[in-house]
């Protein structure tokens, strides 16, 4: 049986500018393409993905139709319903490019609550950017009219709403994911990060937040018993120096040499650091390894290993 792997996806590969359906499910046909050479490799497959610009995107849609007999849905519910729209979406295109193959197996979408902690102070403080960028503007006025919501400079390409992320604690369907990889079904599980739930009692009630979809990946990963978390993301490599005329491509590298470069504010707040942060979560927590490379790079990985590999010390594959 070949490697059980947690692919997860950047927003990159689901919506860049044009935010309609159609183009978001080109640009998925156009990663199933990609994904499908892991099941080509043998691996079994679990796929997560991101939903920030898809989320807000709803949020505003919500927000403009809404009357007094047909409310807004809370983000909860809006971060399942993308959940919905983009495991639609991705399960489509993997049909689609696994029949063109010959392969035979079903891809299948598991709506995913992810428990947070009542008391994470991410509530207090929101971080995650979501929705359409705005000018400034246009970020003052949409203030003046939600005088609740933040908004903030996005690393110098606009202005975002940001709402609170706290960190996942456990993913609700973990066995559901598991049962589906053992009967061979791909799954496509903690979407958007996951649905945040915090645990009362018997019940678990939902929170409006976004969870960072890099963290619930590899809390999904580590539960699951995965071989390997891959994060795929525009860039093939993460980089020190990055976007500086020293930048030096990292390829395998320890959790002990990516802590000191994040010591060195190497990794950007909200974009690469999560991704760093959570690629060294899986390989402490599994002893595993953990890789972060371009979604047009799998064949290069799968081929031959390119891509940032990251493991505990340099030289032990795992
Ligand atoms: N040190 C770094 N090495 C590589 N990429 C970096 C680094 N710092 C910031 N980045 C940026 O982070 C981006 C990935 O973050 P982001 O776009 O938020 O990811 P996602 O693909 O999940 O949407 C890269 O495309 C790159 O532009
Ligand atoms: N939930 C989440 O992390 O989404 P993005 O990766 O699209 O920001």
New binding site residues.
Partial sequence: MGRKIVVAL???AILSKDASAAAQQKALLETAEQLVKFIENGDQLIISH?NGPQVGNLLLQQAAGSTEDNPAMPLDTAVAMTQGSIGYWMQNAMNRVLKEKGIKKTVATVVTQVEVSADDPAFEKPTKPIGPFMSKAEADLAKKENPDFTFVEDAGRGYRRVVPSPKPIGVVETDAVKSLVDAGIVPISVGGGGIPVVSNGNQLLGREAVIDK?FASEKLAELVGADALIIL???PN???N?NQPDQKKLEQVSVAELETYIGQN???P???LP?VEAAIDFVKATGNQAVVTALDNIEGFVQNGSGTVITEKVGIRN
């Fill in positions: 950047g927003g990159n991101g890099d993301t525009a860039v993460i980089y020190v990055f190497q990794f950007a909200g974009s690469m991704k």
